[in-house]
Nanobody, 121 residues
């Protein structure tokens, strides 16, 4: 089973940027579409972005489209989420997920520790 470890979160001001990383092990990374989800306090995991196995296709939730960019580097077994123009409502714990199918399942993922993103006003 593929294992995923998120990193890159932190505390930033409104309008700032962060790049999150998710590194995979224990599986063939290139076999999976990858996605990012986020969970705000007291809320369920919500879809943010996904990328196909080839990296050619991406999909974003409306709230982040135009501000966030998902990418992948198969040589590094890593998927990234570049977040620009951050808003306080982007504050959440961010998780990555792997799925053989794109645009990726919205449920059933085995969530790891995630990485905290806090955006202050």
């Amino acid at each position: 089973q593929i294992q995923l470890v998120e990193s890159g979160g932190g505390l930033v001001q409104t309008g700032g940027s962060l790049r999150l990383s998710c590194t995979a092990s224990g599986g063939t990374f290139s076999y999976y579409a990858m996605g990012w989800f986020r969970q705000a306090p007291g809320e369920e995991h919500k879809f943010v972005a996904s990328i196909s196995r080839s990296g050619r296709s991406t999909y974003y939730t409306d709230n982040v489209r135009g501000r966030f960019t998902i990418s992948r580097d198969d040589a590094k077994n890593t998927v990234y989420l570049r977040m620009n123009s951050l808003k306080p409502e982007d504050s959440a714990v961010y998780f990555c997920a792997a799925d053989p199918n794109f645009p990726i399942s919205m449920t059933g993922h085995n969530w790891g520790q995630g990485t905290q993103v806090t955006v202050s006003s």
